[in-house]
């Protein structure tokens, strides 16, 4: 049972446009949730992160958001740059539950010079 | 400060044998996590050491195990390896609380 999806495998945008990824999850008690970046052959790289008291999270050209109503969340990057080509996972998890997070299956990102 | 370190980075075993992979944390992080990568079903929880002790267990069955040391290195394993166990194996450390995961480069084992 997959409590988080990413139902776009792909993504290509242009150079200096915005990427969006999303990001859907199902269970209410989700109240944390973490974007990670991977190159091939590299462990994911934490981006950003937002908890459920907000809606909206921003670090630098990335920008979260949060629709806990639609139980949908959102990454935004602007401008989006040829380096920002990679496989990006959210990640949900619940209070009291440590670090168990439960991650989407990935959204590959390729920016075009 | 030194990253996640995880050993070995690549193995390749044979069905029915068994595994065990190294991970040694961030220093002065306490909660050590592993995960499974595979293709099409993302990162999925193994479990959580925190000071020592299982603090969470993911849905995966008995043979996979593992243990944190006083000095929060933690090694998973694998007994009776099934083809199906091939994956990329992802250790992440945390300094306790829920929050941001830092992960290793992952040490990926093929059963054949």
């Known amino acids: 049972d997959q409590q988080v999806k990413q139902n776009s495998p792909s993504l290509s945008v242009q150079e200096g446009r915005i990427s969006i990824l999303n990001c859907d999850y199902t269970?209410?008690?989700?109240?944390?949730f973490l974007w990670y970046k991977k190159y091939p052959a590299e462990g994911p790289t934490f981006l950003i992160s937002?908890?459920?008291?907000?809606d909206k999270n921003e670090d630098g050209r990335f920008t979260v958001f949060l629709n806990k109503s639609a139980k949908h969340l959102s990454l935004h990057i602007v401008p989006s740059q040829p380096g920002d080509s990679a496989v990006y996972f959210c990640?949900?998890?619940?209070?009291?539950?440590?670090?168990?997070?439960?991650f989407g299956t990935g959204t590959s990102l390729t920016v075009i010079p | 400060k030194a990253g996640v370190t995880q050993t070995p980075r690549y193995l390749i075993k044979t069905r029915g044998q068994q595994v065990t992979l190294s991970c040694s944390p961030i220093?002065?992080?306490?909660?050590v996590s592993w995960y499974q990568q595979t293709p099409g079903q993302g990162l999925q929880f193994l479990f959580e050491?925190?000071?020592?002790?299982?603090?969470n267990k993911g849905n995966f069955p008995g043979r996979f195990s593992g243990r944190q040391f006083s000095n929060s290195r933690s090694e998973m394993n694998v007994s009776t390896l099934e083809l199906g166990d091939s994956a990329l194996y992802l250790c992440?450390?945390?300094?306790?609380?829920?929050?941001?995961?830092?992960f290793g480069e992952g040490s990926r084992l093929t059963v054949l």
């Open positions: 269970n209410s008690m989700f109240d944390y």
């Open positions: 050491y925190f000071s020592e002790t299982q603090r």
């Open positions: 992440a450390s945390s300094s306790g609380g829920a929050g941001e995961l830092f």
């Open positions: 937002i908890s459920s008291i907000k």
């Open positions: 220093s002065g992080h306490r909660s």
């Open positions: 990640a949900a998890s619940a209070t009291n539950t440590g670090n168990q997070f439960y």
